[in-house]
């Protein structure tokens, strides 16, 4: 079963940022959070992953809690391209192939 | 090639019958994972290959299901006696190995119908 809890979906402003929530509060100390995201009729593209510090790269920002209970992922500018399904997966440990386990995700409607 | 890539991209076919799905990883990439995703789901989890073995088969729903991966390349899923059920996008993904570092990149998946 997936780890992680994810509102099913959210609205967002064209060119506003994009606040995605996710509470993974099982957690263990050495699995690291990642996020994906699938837009209609592809296969899920990997957006970013974080143990504990907060990370950047070209595409988003993830913002992880000192706790690690839960982390938010940040999409600065959001375009109508960024219309997708967001994963907020843990990734289990490595003596199990690292495999990433997925839920629900929030489906992210970007509005003009 | 440039990216991980699946075959057909659409396959249907009849309930009963033997069905193949092919993934051709990135090069260099020794890991490579199948996933299975229905209507209105995330992806499922399937099997994981690291080489040429097949590291994590616990995903598998039953033994109708299999695949394999000889060369350590390319990667075949196997369907037995095909049923309704198992209608779904087939994903493939793969990765340079299956430490934190790495993420994973998938195909676009192949959509199986079974009619």
């Known amino acids: 079963d997936a780890k992680t809890t994810q509102p099913p979906s959210m609205d967002c402003a064209e060119g506003r940022a994009a606040n995605l929530p996710c509470n993974h509060s099982t957690i263990s100390g050495n699995e690291y959070v990642y996020w994906y995201r699938q837009i209609h009729s592809q296969g899920p593209q990997y957006i970013i992953h974080g143990l504990k510090n907060n990370e950047t790269n070209e595409m988003a920002s993830l913002i992880i809690t000192e706790d690690r209970k839960s982390s938010t992922l940040i999409l600065p500018h959001a375009t109508l391209r960024d219309t997708a399904v967001y994963y907020c997966?843990?990734?289990?440990?490595?003596?199990?192939?690292?495999?990433?386990?997925f839920g629900q995700g929030t489906e992210l409607s970007v509005k003009p | 090639g440039a990216g991980v890539s699946q075959t057909p991209s659409n396959k249907v076919t009849e309930k009963g019958k033997y069905v193949e799905l092919r993934c051709d990883p990135i090069s260099g990439h020794t890991a490579l994972y199948w996933y299975r995703q229905s209507l209105g789901q995330g992806p499922e989890f399937l099997i994981y290959f690291q080489g040429t073995g097949a590291a994590d088969d616990s995903g598998l729903p039953n033994d109708r299901f299999f695949a394999v991966r000889p060369e350590g390349s390319v990667s075949t899923l196997k369907i037995q006696r095909t049923e309704r059920g198992d209608s779904a996008v087939y994903l493939c993904a793969s990765s340079l190995g299956t430490s934190f570092g790495y993420g994973y990149t998938f195909g676009s998946g192949t959509r199986l119908t079974v009619v």
């Open positions: 997966i843990v990734r289990v440990g490595n003596n199990q192939g690292g495999k990433l386990i």
